[in-house]
Nanobody, 122 residues
């Protein structure tokens, strides 16, 4: 499975961005998926996840109320709508496919995208 993430860019604090992640195979519609990010000099961290049918979502506390994860299985696409962006959201954002129908912060993720850079200026 190949994952192609896009939608990153340079924005100002308070702006919004929507990230997309397109999967090469329709079979990912049976799997939970997630978004992670890695800032310079820091470890990769969990951002949000969604179950196979969108019925369950999880978020890192720092993005709750600002970010929304969603998916369109007909398009094999995962989204991350980011609003009220802050400079501390600056990072490379990665999408990933979990091993099971549910995906959460501690789940095992099998496939990873190449990442898309998000830079938020103050």
């Amino acid at each position: 499975v190949q994952l192609q993430a896009s939608g990153g860019g340079l924005v100002q604090a308070g702006d919004s961005l929507r990230l997309s992640c397109v999967a090469s195979r329709r079979t990912v519609s049976n799997n939970g998926m997630g978004w992670f990010r890695q800032a310079p000099g820091k470890e990769r961290e969990f951002v949000a996840s969604i179950s196979w049918n969108g019925g369950n979502t999880d978020y890192q506390d720092s993005v709750k109320g600002r970010f929304t994860i969603s998916r369109d299985n007909a398009k094999n696409t995962l989204y991350l709508q980011m609003t009220s962006l802050k400079p501390e959201d600056t990072a490379v954002y990665y999408c990933a496919v979990g091993l099971s129908s549910y995906a959460g912060p501690s789940s095992v993720y099998r496939y990873w995208g190449q990442g898309t850079q998000v830079t938020v200026s103050s």
